[in-house]
């Protein structure tokens, strides 16, 4: 195994080339500039407003409303109470 100063005088890079190759002043960009525009999360708020509607609709028609859509709106309130306000979609 070769080492820095060896890979240097091989590639006949100066110092200061060399420091530049291997230190980035610029910061990492991010893939997406916010949580709300990236598509591998889902908004925790705006699926629990979702399904409350729907479950205010189907009471108020008088449909049934199922214990597991009722448990996933409980979920979704406590999710958004321990203030985890983005899920990943997996």
């Given amino acids: 195994m070769r080492t820095a100063w060896e890979c240097r005088h091989t590639l006949n890079l100066?110092?200061?080339?060399?420091?530049?190759?291997?230190?980035?002043?610029?910061?990492?960009?991010?893939?997406?500039?916010?949580a709300a525009s990236d598509p591998r999360l889902?908004?925790?708020?705006?699926?629990?407003?979702?399904?409350?509607r729907q479950i205010n609709d189907k009471d108020w028609?008088?449909?049934?409303?199922?214990?597991?859509?009722?448990?996933?709106?409980?979920?979704l309130k406590q999710e958004l109470n321990d203030g985890k306000f983005y899920t990943p979609n997996f």
């Fill in 14 to 34: 100066t110092a200061e080339q060399l420091a530049e190759a291997y230190v980035s002043t610029s910061t990492i960009t991010p893939r997406y500039p916010n």
């Fill in 42 to 52: 889902t908004n925790v708020a705006d699926k629990w407003r979702t399904l409350n």
């Fill in 61 to 75: 028609n008088g449909e049934p409303v199922t214990n597991a859509e009722r448990g996933r709106l409980a979920t």
